[in-house]
């Protein structure tokens, strides 16, 4: 697929397949279009040549096809985006009654499992503004697991986290994979590639130079452009 911001091609030829259960790690320099790729894929972002398709629906101007896309696809994104006047709780169970038609109680019900998942259930009466960076951003995972998708997607989820804070919310991802979700995760979070990604896709430029198991990509990139980004961030 292509995506152009006015004249300024900021993807270009991008081809990718990824199978159900997969973990991806997108990696890349700042401004190489890593954050559009992946708002591409829920239609946050449209493109303008090729084909997107979601489980088999075609990302295209076609409201129906983006909403049933978007129920699938859960986005948690750098900074969290929680809905700041409402509780933990409330946060997590908006859009399995308003977009899914779930009773309450039985939205209720899940978002407390999913909080439990993600290690703080005791947290659920509390507001966002209450609840550290990382606490914030497993609130995040657990509100989008709610929804039941079918495929994850961060956009550099500790980016914006205190040091302390970034290995709970690693924690979680990674119990999140082991479970088999599907994943798409930008991120830099090295050791997290290397402990689940299947495979470690490198974009500079809006271009994807080089994708690799993680085995391969860290011991033996082949291009210069990775090596020379791998020597700057390990
Ligand atoms: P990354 O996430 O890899 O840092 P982005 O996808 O955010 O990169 O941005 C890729 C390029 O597209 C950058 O040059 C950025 O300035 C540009 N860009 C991002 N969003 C917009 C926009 N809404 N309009 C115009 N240019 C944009
Ligand atoms: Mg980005």
Redesign the pocket.
């Known amino acids: 697929m292509h995506k152009w ?2 004249q ?1 091609h ?1 993807l270009k030829a991008l081809n990718l397949e990824v199978t159900r259960g997969e973990r991806i790690v997108i990696c ?10 992946i ?1 591409c894929l829920n239609h946050l ?1 449209a493109h303008q040549r090729g084909r997107i398709a979601v489980d088999g629906i075609e990302l295209n101007e076609d409201v129906k096809n983006i909403e049933t896309v978007r129920r699938e696809v859960g986005m948690v994104f750098q900074h969290f985006n929680l809905f700041p006047h409402l509780t933990v709780l409330e946060n997590c169970v908006l859009a399995p009654i308003w977009v899914r038609k779930t009773p309450r109680r039985k939205a209720e019900a899940a978002a407390m499992k999913y909080l439990e998942r993600v290690k703080i259930p005791e947290q659920a009466g509390k507001y966002p503004g209450q609840l550290s960076g990382g606490q914030q951003q497993r609130v995040a995972i657990a509100r989008s697991l709610c929804m039941n998708p079918k495929i994850m997607l961060f ?1 550099e989820p500790t980016s914006a986290l205190d040091p302390e804070m970034i290995k709970e919310v690693l924690d979680t991802m990674i119990e999140l994979a082991e479970s088999g979700m599907t994943m798409l995760c ?1 991120t830099h979070e090295m050791g997290f590639a290397k402990t689940v990604a299947d495979r470690v896709i490198f ?1 500079d430029a ?1 271009e994807i130079v080089e994708q690799a198991p993680p085995s391969e990509f860290f011991s033996n990139p082949r291009e210069p452009r990775t090596r020379q980004f791998l020597e700057q961030i390990l």
């Not at 890349?28 to 790729?37: I, L």
């Open positions: 911001f006015g300024f900021v890349g320099p700042s401004g190489s279009g890593k954050s559009t790729f708002r972002e956009d930008v974009m809006g």
